[in-house]
């Protein structure tokens, strides 16, 4: 993402994605910001927890930490498609 952008993935999905809805408790990785406490952890499908490594380096494949009220704003502010086509749109520029 980094050499087709020119910018990284954290400030690209912060620029299309978090800013424009006012997401502003939801991360790609972790940081000083976040409140460990307020993470729920990983659970399996039977609900068990298990051992969770803390990454501090964005990977498209991995993270986004965030919260309940955060990850609603995504879907009252803008129609999912919105954000995608936009996400195409910019792709598509970039070839």
């Not at 978090?18 to 972790?30: I, K, R, S, Y």
């Amino acid at each position: 993402m980094k050499n087709k952008f020119g910018t990284s993935l954290e400030k690209l999905a912060d620029s299309l994605v978090l800013q424009p809805n006012g997401m502003v408790d939801t991360h790609l990785v972790w940081n000083h910001e976040i409140d460990s406490a307020r993470f729920s952890g990983t659970h399996d499908k039977e609900g068990k927890t298990y051992d969770y490594e803390m990454v501090y380096e964005a990977n498209a494949a991995d993270n986004l930490l965030t919260t309940v009220e955060d990850f609603s704003k995504l879907g009252k502010s803008k129609p999912m498609e919105q954000i995608w086509g936009k996400l195409h749109h910019t792709l598509l520029k970039t070839r």
